[in-house]
């Protein structure tokens, strides 16, 4: 039967290495990717955004790129912390604004 | 710094039974939302709510499912009829017309349901 979707893909990274986290979307119609970060107990928390006409954007310690060629994303987290263990979330919307996310990957970071 | 609150933090109740779940949005916000996320898996959308009736609605939201924004800062999920599969994590959000980010939604916490 079907799991019950507690296997996450998991990214476990030292503290100060840089993590990539990847994310295939399934709509080429949308226009704007967003990260969220949702740490343990808590709701999805917003990291950084990407309009669709872009294909990289710079937050504080984060870098989106975008390859609309493939339907790809990938955030950057510079010199990871131990605050930044959590599960990351990529999501997609378009003129409706609802957002589709996807399935998550947990970041572990070993101190 | 504003946020996104909702009540009860944890919800249990019974089979069959009538919940309502609460949110506050952010003051000046006007889009709002119903997420849910089964445990251990991807935050799913369910319902967007804008100028006092639903936008948009998924599949999940059937019949048992309705929203109301009873006066000028609550904004209600109710579930008719709880069913065993309903238990999962919801969270309401909210969005303003001018954000940096063009669509930024704030998240609440969350309310856990468990249904018995």
């Known amino acids: 039967g079907e799991s019950v979707g507690l296997h996450l893909p998991t990214l476990s990274v030292q503290e100060g290495d840089n993590s990539i986290i990847n994310c295939a979307y399934s709509?080429?119609?949308?226009?704007?990717f967003i990260w969220y970060k949702q740490e343990s107990g808590k709701g999805p928390q917003f990291i950084i955004d990407?309009?669709?006409?872009?294909d990289k954007r710079q937050g504080q310690r984060v870098t989106v790129l975008l390859n609309k060629t493939v339907k790809h994303l990938s955030l950057q987290i510079a010199a990871t912390q131990p605050g930044d263990s959590a599960v990351y979330f990529c999501a997609e919307t378009g003129a409706t604004n609802k957002l589709i996310f996807g399935t998550g990957t947990l970041l572990a970071v070993q101190p | 710094e504003p946020e996104v609150t909702q009540t009860p933090s944890h919800q249990v109740t019974q089979m069959g039974q009538e919940v309502i779940l609460r949110c506050v949005p952010i003051?000046?916000?006007?889009?709002f939302y119903w997420y849910r996320q089964i445990l251990g898996q991807k935050v799913e959308f369910l319902v967007s709510?804008?100028?006092?009736?639903?936008?948009?609605k998924s599949e999940i939201f059937d019949d048992q499912f309705s929203v109301e924004r009873p006066d000028g800062s609550n904004f209600t999920l109710k579930i008719r009829s709880t069913k065993l599969e309903d238990s999962a994590m919801y969270f309401c959000?909210?969005?303003?017309?001018?954000?940096?980010?063009?669509?930024?939604?704030?998240f609440g916490p969350g309310t856990r349901l468990t249904v018995l």
């Open positions: 709509n080429s119609a949308s226009d704007y």
């Open positions: 990407i309009r669709s006409n872009m």
């Open positions: 709510f804008y100028n006092n009736e639903i936008s948009e």
């Open positions: 003051s000046n916000h006007l889009y």
């Open positions: 959000a909210s969005r303003g017309l001018s954000e940096s980010s063009y669509n930024e939604q704030f």
